[in-house]
């Protein structure tokens, strides 16, 4: 009994140790970043880096003051937004309908949007809105940049929502439906209310996926309405680099989904496997 | 058996009364897929099959032209190796890795979930971030790890600028970005074995690296190619972290085929080049996901 005991305490005590290796090793380059944030390249170019170095937080200052930052933050937060209440919207109904009658087949075009490389869609699109001037314009490259990040909010919010609609009972959907009720009433009274949680999985993985794509925006925004990870890589190009404004730049950029990590934690699992396991 | 058979006409309606029903439910996603997904993909297919020359698209003289051109060029068969060795050589070390750190995480003990989560953070994080972290870190001059590497005896290196080096340096990045991932889901798959298997053995007197090895390994069949799957699918199109920190060079020692098709279509506006060099990846990518998803079936049966 006590040597049981012992031993599933020195299990535990082993289990924690490993924990300490596996967060240095994944988490010593964000915390390096997040030190590096604070401090000017000096201290950062020290080598080794000068850890006594005091911290401030100029970098950010500067970020927001001179580099128009909080523009570009809020262009990430229209464009992720806006992509992920579209992608509830069209995809809410749609995975509700998969679930109850088995439309598996539509699904495919999904799994399409998932695996196909995203230059694939950014070379058409790209040369629609060239013609259709939704480059240059301000208000259309919005509109653009939210539809096109579709592609990748739309397929995840349907895969993530058939699971929650498929154990939705049964009975209670039929019983409305005897009551006279058509689909639509009752998806939105009696199936869209029973899945809440499964909507607020689905709006933060998708708002997360958004957040952090870089490729379509890279090819499709305009000076005006570029998101914060676009703007960050245009700084590398300028050749001599302020670290310490970069770092910040980076901990602004990792900051809103690290918070909806934890917040979504129980269901990230599910939600990032979706697709994959049906 | 008869009560079923009764109630199948009766049945019939409101399932067609459903179905009829359904379609300003699914309209607007249907519109979206149309619009977003398979135009895109007819019209770059369109672009590729129109003349090199080219810039939109020509309908009446379509050719296999491009195609030929592209696999005339020596850059094009250099991403395609270097896409296979990216998606290798990470593949084999996030599984390893991460079958190894999901048996821990998988581990109850007090405050493991916020441990999980923390564990998880970069694989959460922006590609944009990754990249810049790790430009810093990998700096020759500047970086963090030379110094640490250097305190072990290891002389300094240009980890990004050498050709013959930067291809695995980008792959270090990819399993630090990715590993947490692939543990999650293989912890998440630990925790819902059976566990009579396990208890047999131990009966039986197998030690525990035999009931890992021989009963742990092969009834996480299924989740290991659903992780393998997920990670197949985005190592083939690696783009991201790539062009982030090395824009595909230097000499496009680290151009995969998503950026090789990226630079021709924007850099070089060869619109129907870069659509046919995606329209080969693209083929890459479904080729492997169906041999995953063949494997994947098959394990399920066997376990």
């Known amino acids: 009994m006590s040597s049981a005991r012992s031993r599933s305490r020195v299990a535990i005590a082993l289990t924690y140790l490993a924990y300490a290796v596996i967060l240095a090793v994944f988490l010593g380059p964000v915390l390096f970043m997040a030190w590096g944030s604070l401090h000017g390249t000096g201290a950062i170019a020290a080598s080794p880096p000068d850890l006594t170095a005091p911290a401030s937080v100029d970098n950010y200052v500067n970020l927001f003051q001179s580099m128009e930052f909080g523009r570009y933050l809020g262009n990430s937060i229209i464009i992720a937004g806006g992509s992920t209440l579209l992608g509830l919207i069209a995809g809410a109904p749609a995975a509700y309908c998969i679930a109850r009658l088995g439309l598996k087949s539509l699904s495919i075009l999904t799994i399409v949007a998932r695996m196909a490389p995203g230059v694939l869609f950014l070379i058409p699109v790209r040369t629609v809105a060239i013609r259709v001037g939704a480059i240059d314009s301000i208000p259309l490259n919005y509109v653009l940049l939210v539809l096109v990040h579709l592609i990748i909010t739309l397929p995840m919010c349907i895969w993530l929502l058939i699971p929650f609609f498929e154990s939705v009972p049964r009975a209670i959907e039929e019983a409305a439906e005897i009551d006279g009720c058509s689909m639509r009433r009752t998806f939105l009274t009696i199936a869209l209310p029973m899945v809440r949680p499964g909507i607020a999985v689905a709006a933060v993985i998708s708002f997360i996926f958004s957040w952090n794509y870089f490729l379509f925006a890279l090819g499709l925004a305009n000076a005006d309405t570029v998101p914060m990870p676009v703007i960050a890589f245009n700084f590398i190009g300028v050749g001599q680099y302020d670290w310490g404004g970069l770092m910040a730049a980076a901990v602004i950029i990792a900051a809103p989904t690290t918070v909806l990590t934890f917040v979504a934690q129980r269901f990230l699992v599910r939600g990032l496997t979706a697709g994959a396991v049906k | ?303």
Not at chain 2, 182 to 192: K, T, Y
Not at chain 2, 193 to 210: C, I, K, M, T, Y
Not at chain 2, 282 to 300: G, K, P
Request: proline share 6%.
């Open chain 2, 1 to 303: 058996m008869a009560a079923g058979r009764a109630r199948a006409p009766r049945s019939m309606s409101p399932e067609r009364r459903r179905r009829r029903e359904s379609w300003p439910l699914l309209f607007p996603a249907i519109a979206l897929s149309l619009l977003l997904v398979v135009f895109p993909i007819l019209y770059a297919l369109g672009l590729a099959l129109s003349p090199t020359s080219a810039t939109s698209l020509r309908f009446d003289q379509l050719t296999f032209e491009t195609f030929r051109t592209m696999a005339a060029d020596p850059v094009f068969w250099s991403s395609v190796r270097v896409t296979l060795l990216i998606y290798v050589g990470s593949l084999i070390p996030q599984l390893v890795l991460g079958i190894g750190i999901g048996y821990v995480l998988s581990r109850e003990v007090p405050g493991g979930r916020y441990l999980q989560t923390l564990v998880l953070v970069p694989s959460l994080t922006a590609a944009v971030v990754v990249g810049l972290v790790w430009l810093l870190i990998y700096d020759p001059t500047l970086g963090v790890f030379n110094y640490l590497l250097g305190l072990v005896g290891i002389p300094a290196q240009d980890w990004l600028g050498d050709p013959d080096r930067v291809v695995w340096s980008l792959i270090l990045v990819d399993v630090w970005h990715w590993t947490p991932l692939v543990a999650l889901i293989v912890a998440a798959g630990i925790r819902n074995l059976p566990a009579e298997p396990f208890e047999a053995a131990r009966v039986d007197g197998a030690n525990s690296w035999q009931i890992a090895l021989r009963i742990g390994l092969p009834l996480l069949r299924p989740v290991i190619t659903v992780v393998a799957l997920l990670r197949t699918v985005d190592l083939i199109r690696y783009f991201d972290t790539g062009y982030i920190m090395t824009q595909g060079g230097p000499l496009n020692a680290s151009t995969t085929m998503n950026i090789y098709a990226y630079r021709k279509a924007f850099d070089e506006l060869q619109l129907g080049f870069g659509s046919a060099a995606q329209l080969a990846l693209f083929a890459l990518v479904l080729l492997l996901a169906a041999a995953l998803t063949w494997l994947r079936r098959r394990s399920e049966l066997g376990a």
